[in-house]
């Protein structure tokens, strides 16, 4: 039912947030704390002004009738936001003319001159949707701040009386046809753009205007995840939870693949064999673009999960392409090949470090004894989270150690030294499973799940996290590094005995080492996966370089290019801080690694 005005107003109270229907049509969504309000009029075939109305922190709608008693509604509000925050800007959004190329402000130009160019240089940033024509914007100081033929909102002297700034914007309506459909894909990148230019402008605003504690623009976005995309997000990453891709593109043979190749002194390499896929992929990709993600009004979280979905969809042609070519073309436009810089690292690890054939006298401990370290690390994450509940298994159709949905899987045949048990714990447990709970207790299921390309991201911790707890060795390095020259190699056309023997005889690795990467790059046709190991710590050593923040990595598992939007996401208080901390962060040394590594350690240097 609509709210009684005088009800809604009386009731506002500072921290809150109002979210409610009005009578004849309207709509209010108002965040307390934010002294700015985004007016949309309804408008017939118009529903993608709309939507861009939409994207604000607080944001009316106004019917189609009875247009005083909104008058009087907007004015009360600003009377009582004004008394509390000093002013109060309104801004109301409403399309252009057809054919129109240029964004109208009408405000007070000679009062807000900084707001005012902001949101114009922002405006005339954004793409025209048609080749070689820009778009244009421009200030217009009149006190008509409507559109043009529409009725005045307000007395400009009667709104500043009440401590209220009314501005106007006339967008171009190049996001839709005259009939008022929407250009999807433009549509996006318009609002998204859109929606950025105002929150910098509100805030400019707001900064100096009024007693607002509002610190960031990025705070001036959507303060509630909508039920529908909570909706959206469970049902990606229930459909992502039927399928476990790593595991259905690792062959079942792989004991029978080693001991025929060794035997055949390196010449012959058998078929690889693949479980049974549990799954349709084609008929998962219909449920997948059957998700209303187009109408998600959130432009971050609206990129997130459009982004998830064209992964999943690359995941799935892959599921079906397995043993093919088509497989390896697949895994070039997921991976996207072997960066220069990264295979520059990868060579001088391989020619500046040698294998260390005497790691094998060290002294080995099996999976039992690492389920004891595991069971010790489990504990220290339930001191900062008592609910924290993970599984270890031990099996027998493993062939390497991994986290799957936060559980640690151990062949049982498996031994390691001790500093590579070190290494293994912050990595598979520090990291992996770290993230997948913290990550498990944000709203979103899929910063658990892993959001796109969060893979190199969340590798690359977890080999820095190895340098940091002390467990780091020349041999790790030198297999991370095998594998990018193996992926080079695969990228160029070599076959499994070409790659072999680069990394045998070139390279000097053992040949159970050689095999490992080999075999690895080989699955499924070709799988460039191994690559992001090594690509991942360089571009978290740049990242961090510049000043990016380790901890907010570990808020769950999201890509460095997301870390914007997760930030952004923090600020407006949809998403939590990670609950656990890894164990490195309190060693003694922890802050002499760390510089060193934003300083730009040579990677061969790092143990």
């Known amino acids: 039912m609509p709210s009684e005005p005088t009800a809604l107003l009386e009731n506002l109270k500072p921290g809150e947030r109002t979210m409610s229907e009005l009578p004849h049509g309207g709509f209010l969504v108002l965040e307390h704390d934010v002294p700015a309000l985004l007016i949309y009029r309804k408008k017939p075939n118009d529903k993608a002004t709309l939507r861009l109305a939409r994207t604000g922190a607080s944001y009316i709608i106004i019917g189609d009738s009875h247009f005083d008693y909104f008058r009087n509604f907007i004015k009360e509000l600003t009377t009582k936001m004004a008394d509390r925050f000093g002013s109060f800007v309104l801004l109301e959004l ?42 244009g914007a421009s200030i217009s100081s009149t006190k008509a701040r409507q559109k043009s033929g529409d009725e005045p909102l307000f007395d400009i002297d009667e709104l500043k009386a009440a401590g209220g700034t009314l501005l106007g914007l006339e967008l171009p309506p190049v996001y839709c046809t005259a009939k008022g459909k929407i250009y999807p894909l433009y549509f996006k990148m318009f609002r998204d753009k859109l929606a950025k230019a105002i929150q910098k402008t509100i805030y400019e605003f707001i900064r100096v205007q009024t007693t607002s504690d509002i610190h960031s623009y990025h705070t001036l976005g959507r303060r509630r995840i909508h039920d529908e995309v909570l909706k959206i997000d469970r049902q990606i990453t229930e459909i992502q939870s039927r399928y476990d891709f790593l595991w259905l593109v690792a062959p079942v043979n792989i004991q029978a693949l080693r001991q025929g190749f060794f035997e055949s002194n390196f010449e012959k390499i058998d078929a690889y064999h693949y479980r049974l896929l549990p799954v349709d992929p084609d008929l998962l990709k219909r449920e997948l673009y059957n998700l209303r993600i187009d109408e998600i009004d959130d432009p971050s979280l609206s990129y997130l999960y459009s982004e998830k979905r064209e992964e999943l969809d690359k995941e799935l042609t892959m599921l079906k392409e397995r043993g093919s070519k088509n497989f390896f073309y697949s895994s070039v436009r997921l991976y996207r090949g072997v960066p220069k810089t990264v295979l520059a690292e990868a060579k001088l690890i391989l020619e500046s470090i040698p294998e260390d054939h005497g790691e094998k006298d060290e002294k080995t401990i099996n999976a039992a004894d690492f389920r004891e370290m595991a069971e010790a690390e489990f504990e220290f994450f339930r001191e900062q989270a008592p609910h924290f509940e993970a599984q270890i298994h031990i099996r027998d159709d493993v062939n390497i150690i991994m986290v799957s949905n936060g559980d640690l899987y151990l062949p049982e045949d498996y031994t390691m030294t001790q500093l590579e048990a070190q290494a293994l714990i912050q990595h598979e447990i520090g990291t992996h499973a770290l993230t997948y709970f913290n990550g498990r207790q944000q709203p979103l299921s899929q910063l658990s799940a892993g959001f796109a390309d969060y893979d190199a991201t969340q590798e690359g911790i977890a080999v820095l996290s190895e340098y940091l707890g002390g467990g780091l060795t020349g041999n790790r390095l030198r297999i991370l590094a095998g594998r990018v020259v193996a992926g080079e190699d695969l990228m160029n056309g070599a076959d499994f005995k070409s790659v072999f023997h680069h990394l045998y005889t070139d390279y000097g690795f053992g040949k159970e080492r050689a095999f490992n990467i080999t075999s690895r790059m080989f699955q499924g046709g070709g799988f460039l996966k191994d690559i992001i190991y090594l690509k991942g710590l360089v571009e978290l050593r740049e990242f961090l370089g510049k000043g990016g923040d380790l901890k907010s990595l570990l808020a769950g598992k999201f890509a460095l290019k997301h870390t914007d939007i997760i930030n952004d996401l923090t600020q407006r208080k949809l998403l939590n801080s990670p609950k656990i901390i890894p164990r490195y962060f309190d060693q003694t040394d922890f802050t002499t690694k760390i510089e060193a590594f934003k300083k730009g350690i040579t990677l061969s240097k790092m143990i």
Do not use: C, Q
């Open 94 to 135: 409403y399309k252009g003319e057809p054919g129109a190329l240029d964004f109208i402000i009408k405000g007070p130009s000679h009062k807000m001159p900084a707001s005012l160019e902001t949101l114009s240089e922002a405006l005339s940033a954004i793409d025209s949707r048609r080749y070689n024509v820009k778009l």
